[in-house]
């Protein structure tokens, strides 16, 4: 009976050996291989992502210039920059793409503006316009009359300063004139002098 147990069991045994072989126990990644090679005290108010297998491994955004800006809500009057967040400095590495004027709709208005001579330019101006990486050309189209209706509603008419102009005086003596669904800026209340192409997308 003894030997029928010891032959079972050996059959059992070289029967699951493969089963047992097949399975590749491979070593995880460090969680200084993953990128997670700062300390909470470095990423301290910063946002901070932590290392799933040791979480006192952290990464945050580093900026080489000494100080990290942290990313903030984007709300109305927003700085928006190329990867698509919001600050109050300037991070290291990503340009201003422009400053949102609808938070709820995602608007933005691009940094730069155009004098143009005709309506068609403006539009031209707009279609090509690139505000860089992910903002590129194509992205982007000239101000309509729904926009410059939202714009002003939130208070953000400032925005779409042209010229020389401060912000505080713009209210007073920046001007928008639409015609069909296209908007120009003016610097002054004469239709007829220089028109701005301000360009609008969204992120």
Not at 10 to 17: M, S
Not at 175 to 203: E, F, M, Q
Request: proline share 5%.
């Amino acid at each position: 009976m003894k030997q029928y147990l010891l032959l079972a069991g050996a059959a059992l045994i070289g029967w699951g050996e493969p089963a047992f072989a097949a399975i590749d126990c491979a070593v995880p990644p460090s969680c200084e291989e993953l990128g997670f090679t700062m300390t909470t005290s470095q990423c301290s108010e910063k946002t901070t992502l932590k290392c799933p297998f040791d979480r006192t491994k952290v990464f945050c955004h580093e900026d080489l210039s000494g100080g990290t800006p942290s990313p903030i809500p984007c709300q109305n009057g927003s700085y928006l920059y190329q990867d698509y967040l919001c600050y109050n400095q300037p991070p290291s590495g990503f340009a201003l793409v422009g400053t949102v004027v609808d938070a709820k709709d995602r608007l933005v208005v691009a940094k730069n503006y155009k004098l143009t001579s005709t309506r068609e330019k403006a539009i031209e101006y707009c279609d090509n316009y690139d505000g860089g990486s992910g903002f590129g050309a194509g992205t982007w189209s000239l101000l309509t009359k729904a926009e410059t209706s939202t714009i002003n509603s939130n208070n953000m008419s400032h925005t779409l300063l042209v010229g020389e102009y401060r912000t505080e005086i713009w209210l007073q003596n920046g001007y928008v004139s639409c015609l069909h669904d296209s908007c120009l800026a003016h610097p002054s209340s004469n239709p007829n002098d220089d028109t701005y192409a301000r360009c609008v997308t969204r992120y």
